[in-house]
């Protein structure tokens, strides 16, 4: 019982830092989810699936 109370309040703490860090964000966005913006994870340069911009037009970059 002690260790399912110990996983659910880090679970609850991660969520609420994610709530925050939301809140916190101008516009409630996160900034760089294009998996265009990752070299590693875009090795050919391919545009984003998710929004279609290329590496080269994302504004966090």
Known sequence: MKLVLIT?????????????????????????TCASQNPHLNKNGEPCGYCGKA???CENR
């Open 8 to 32: 659910i309040g880090l679970l609850g703490l991660g969520i609420a830092g994610l709530a925050i860090k939301l809140w916190a964000k101008k516009d409630g966005k996160f900034a760089g």
């Open 55 to 57: 590496a080269n037009q």
